[in-house]
């Protein structure tokens, strides 16, 4: 049973930081696309920052000099660090995957959410 385990949300003040992990735990041939997305009530799940299946990474929009993603493959896990977080930035936070279970079947995978919470 594959599993995306997040970690590191909470609640900074405006100008902090925080750092998200997300581990995905069991048996898998290998990792496609890993990344995070974010929700807000009564919103769409947006793009924040995610690697690529050619492990590029990508930046939704406003995080792009703020955020900063990265993955240490030996622990099949991946990093958000967001600096200079703004309280627009307060949202649920989710970890997404796509996963093979074997050369051929990927699957797509999300963590449970971690929240993060922006003070002014």
């Known amino acids: 049973q594959v599993q995306l385990v997040e970690s590191g949300g909470g609640l900074v003040q405006s100008g902090g930081s925080l750092r998200l992990s997300c581990t995905a735990s069991?048996?898998?041939?290998?990792?496609?696309?890993i990344g995070w997305y974010r929700q807000g009530s009564g919103t769409q799940r947006a793009l924040v920052a995610g690697?690529?299946?050619?492990?590029?990474?990508v930046y939704g929009d406003g995080v792009k000099g703020r955020f900063t993603i990265s993955r240490d493959n030996a622990k099949n896990t991946v990093y958000l660090q967001m600096n200079s977080l703004k309280s627009e930035d307060t949202d649920v936070y989710y970890c997404?995957?796509?996963?093979?279970?074997?050369?051929?079947?990927?699957?797509?995978?999300w963590g449970q959410g971690t929240r993060v919470a922006v003070s002014s």
């Open positions: 997404h995957a796509d996963i093979k279970a074997s050369p051929n079947y990927e699957y797509e995978y």
């Open positions: 069991g048996r898998f041939f290998s990792i496609s696309t």
């Open positions: 690697f690529t299946e050619s492990n590029i990474p």
